[in-house]
Nanobody, 126 residues
């Protein structure tokens, strides 16, 4: 069973940057990996996904500011977050989904019901 552990969250001012990491207990090669977030009092939303062929998907809310990537060892997933805004404040989760999620760019729970990390908090102040 794949285990995922996120880190790198924290508190920053608007305009700042953070880099989140998600370490997997096994290789994530050929696995569709994604980052989701859940703002306070709101539903969880998908924001970025990646698969080993390099295909990426981004939510409109983060496109151009956030970058998803994997290390060469295919063990760690990253989310580089630049130009952070107060509305980016949320608990951030990494997840492993079915390949169809990355091919379609879908955030549906039908595709993301595999494995989830425990989350890391990001707080952006104005």
């Amino acid at each position: 069973q794949l285990q995922l552990v996120e880190s790198g969250g924290g508190s920053v001012q608007a305009g700042g940057s953070l880099r989140l990491s998600c370490v997997a207990s096994d290789t994530i090669d050929d696995v569709c990996m994604g980052w989701f977030r859940q703002p306070p009092g709101k539903e969880r939303e998908g924001i970025a996904s990646i698969i080993s062929d390099g295909r990426t998907n981004y939510a409109d809310s983060v496109k151009g500011r956030f970058t998803i990537s994997e290390d060469n060892a295919k063990i760690t997933l990253f989310l580089q977050m630049n130009n952070l805004k107060p509305e980016d404040t949320a608990m951030y989760f990494c997840a492993a989904g079915s390949p169809a999620a990355c091919r379609s760019g879908s955030w549906s729970s039908d595709y993301w019901d595999h494995y989830w990390g425990q989350g890391t908090q990001v707080t952006v102040s104005s």
